[in-house]
């Protein structure tokens, strides 16, 4: 069985780790597959929008740590190998996409799991779901984007006593905290995300594009630069056929019929 499922249903290309005896821990087959599959969406006119969920229980427990046990004595692994050429390439994939990625935290989503979690456009989680910074747990610390995330959307206090106490942080305080959108019923989130991800599928694509990049790079910059990015890609906007189609639907009365171009 593959260890990431992948379907293109209504332009929403949805992502399923699936690895669900080690809660979808990260091992290289799911690395490279989940590379492809964000390449994919990048390529394929026909994705709108990314749903990326786990399978069984969990949603991901970061790093597959059966790898890193090593023999006594043994020389240490090179823990920035795989961070280089895996985890961070995944979060800038990620964050470069110009298309939506929702994802619905269905289980615990602990270590780097938890920051791929965070490093999606729209986070949606069940009741049940956490968030763990695992990483002190084993010495280590928070990887993926979770030093920067973290402190950005929650504050550094938050931050600074999610990373060194490791402690679970439910799905309800990491909404209350604004790390994610919102929270649904266990048994609705899929239904819920689903339609989410269904509804940006059937958007201004081009629009969504840009908003990411407006956004995230809103952290790193003045307001006077801010102001200036919005306005060049603003002009990008309104050069888009989602546009002419949204003020022209406007105008008619009806609903907007995009075709993300
Ligand atoms: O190494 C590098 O390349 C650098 C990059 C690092 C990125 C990282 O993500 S480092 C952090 C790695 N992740 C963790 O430290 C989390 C480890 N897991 C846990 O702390 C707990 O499993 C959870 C809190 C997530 C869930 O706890 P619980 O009690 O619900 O489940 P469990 O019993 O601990 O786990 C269930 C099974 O999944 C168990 O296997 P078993 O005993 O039934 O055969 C457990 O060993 C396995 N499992 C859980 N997490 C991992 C794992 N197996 C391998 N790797 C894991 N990360």
């Given at each position: 069985m593959s260890s990431l499922l992948v379907s293109l249903d209504a332009g929403v290309l949805s992502l399923t780790l699936n690895r669900p005896d080690k809660l979808n821990a990260f091992n290289p087959e799911m690395h490279q597959l989940i590379k492809a599959a964000f390449e994919r969406a990048r390529e394929d006119?026909?994705?709108r929008a990314v749903l990326l969920t786990g399978a069984g229980r969990a949603f991901c427990a970061g790093q597959d740590l059966s790898e890193r046990n090593?023999?006594?004595?043994a020389a240490p692994i090179d823990l920035a190998v795989t961070i280089g050429s895996y985890y961070n390439p995944l979060v800038r994939r990620m964050r470069e996409l110009p298309k939506p990625i929702v994802c619905a935290v269905n289980g615990v989503a602990a270590g780097a799991g938890a920051n791929i979690a965070l490093a999606c456009d729209l986070v949606v989680a069940a009741r049940s779901a956490s968030f763990l910074q695992a990483f002190s747990r084993i010495g280590l610390l928070p990887d993926s984007g979770g030093t920067y995330f973290l402190p950005r959307a929650a504050g550094t206090a938050r931050a600074m006593g999610l990373a060194l106490l490791a402690e679970k942080l439910s799905a309800e305080d990491a909404e209350r905290w604004g790390l994610i959108w919102k929270v649904f019923d266990d048994g609705a989130l899929v239904k819920e995300a689903t339609a989410i991800a269904r509804a940006l599928a059937e958007g201004p694509t081009k629009a969504y594009g840009l908003i990411k990049k407006a956004l995230y790079a809103s952290a790193g910059n003045s307001l006077d630069a801010q102001l200036d990015l919005e306005r060049d890609l603003q002009r990008e906007a309104g050069f888009s056929e989602d546009y002419r189609e949204g003020v022209t639907a406007f105008m008619q009365k009806r609903k907007p019929n995009f075709k993300g171009k």
């Open positions: 006119a026909g994705v090593v023999a006594p004595g």
